[in-house]
């Protein structure tokens, strides 16, 4: 990461009134590290409960999540001590440094999460595959180092960077600055190698289709975080000139950095979560199994006979079992149920149970095996009339 510094001919002198953005800053870099905290914390509670254990990918994430706490929390410093200035007054020497130190701090965010995910997928490749990660991760490693020491470093030909707590070297300032877009754009460039590796990885694994496309998409969320880091590259290079906004861009490029090291956190935490989630969902799911009970019409008082009308579900029966049974009467009952007929009006209702009536039990049990959920209404119309049941 690198800001604009105040330069003496810039015409800040003649700016009053800068907008100070500090509420969105820190609403934006401590929403995004909620969400990472919240995320990395699943992951490894799910890994230490069932009992994978920690391995490096996950010890590299934790740290890089302790380096955008500490990251988060200075800058928020600096904008609460004196980062937004009036009057045309300066930084002090305490101001370049905190962000000096942020701006490292970024880089090393940024290269740490993405030699999380490389080391990850370091466990399911194979032998080339391992090199070209391996040359990813030294490369994007090696390229993180050397924007750390030209942060440190001095401008040649411009004495305010000959100051003492920087380093005893020069570059020339366009040089610099094309050397730290270069890296940015690498970054980018890797986040879109790792995010196509898992899809190399996995489509010959032995597996239905649509879970390799689940597994697959999960595992390159990263392509999103390469998405953001375009857009921000490109929002970057169109300059921050000198208005009453110029802290608030800079505030807003301070999130969209700390949303690349945040973002690359939570998308290596989802794929990790999915067992999680899917005994969750199994959880949820069979406490709300729904059951069945039948609600039949009463006979008229007249006809004493009973009508095949219609037969829906409604709440689950109540039986009751607590009556006597007129073992003699029970004709046609047998203990699977298929020749009985149980309802939620008197206790137990037992009778031979007619053609019609167990065409409708064979289309429920299909409703149930098929389709997973209960038969709404069935309707069958019948002329057929048959005696009343006792009941007991």
């Known amino acids: 990461m690198w800001l604009r510094l105040r330069d003496d001919d810039d015409g800040a002198d003649t700016i009053t009134n800068y907008r100070d953005p500090s509420k969105e800053l820190n609403l934006g870099l401590w929403m995004l590290f909620a969400g990472a905290a919240v995320l990395l914390g699943l992951r490894v509670w799910v890994k230490i409960t069932r009992r994978h254990g920690l391995w490096y990918d996950d010890y590299i994430l934790i740290t890089s999540w302790f380096v955008l706490l500490a990251n988060d929390a200075l800058i928020s410093h600096e904008y609460a001590t004196g980062y937004v200035t009036q009057n045309g007054t300066k930084w002090d020497d305490r101001m370049h440094i905190l962000i000096n130190i942020t701006s490292c ?7 740490l999460t993405k030699t999380a995910f490389g080391v990850t997928l370091l466990k399911l490749s194979n032998k080339w595959q391992q090199y070209v990660l391996w040359f990813c991760i030294a490369s994007m490693n090696a390229y993180m180092v050397a924007k750390v020491f030209l942060q440190w470093g001095k401008l040649c030909d411009d004495d305010s960077y000959d100051v003492y707590y920087r380093l005893d070297f020069c570059v020339g300032k366009k040089w610099r600055d094309d050397f730290k877009e270069g890296g940015n754009v690498y970054n980018i460039i890797m986040d879109f190698v790792f995010a196509l590796f898992p899809w190399i990885i996995t489509w010959k694994l032995d597996m239905r289709k649509n879970e390799k496309i689940g597994l697959c998409v999960t595992m390159s969320l990263g392509m999103v975080v390469a998405v953001v880091s375009a857009i921000r590259t490109g929002w970057k290079d169109s300059g921050n000139k000198r208005d009453p906004d110029y802290y608030w861009r800079n505030a807003m490029s301070n999130i969209w950095y700390s949303s690349e090291v945040a973002g690359t956190i939570m998308v290596q935490c989802i794929p990790v979560l999915r067992p999680f989630l899917r005994d ?6 069979s406490k709300r199994i729904p059951s069945k009970s039948y609600k039949s019409y009463e006979p008229s008082p007249l006809s004493r006979t009973w009508e095949s009308s219609r037969i829906r579900f409604s ?9 006597s049974i007129d073992q003699s ?3 046609g009952f047998n203990f699977d149920f298929k020749e009985a007929r149980v309802t939620n009006t008197a206790g137990i209702e037992l009778r031979p149970m007619s053609p019609g009536e167990r065409d409708v039990e064979k289309l429920m049990d299909m409703s149930d095996r098929g389709r997973g959920e209960p038969l709404k209404s069935i309707v069958e119309e019948s002329d057929e009339e048959w005696p009343r049941p006792g009941k007991y």
């Open 315 to 323: 709440k689950a029966p109540t039986l009751s079992l607590d009556q």
């Open 280 to 285: 969750v969902t199994t959880s949820l799911t």
């Open 329 to 331: 009467s029970v004709g």
């Open 105 to 111: 701090g970024t880089l090393i965010g940024q290269a």
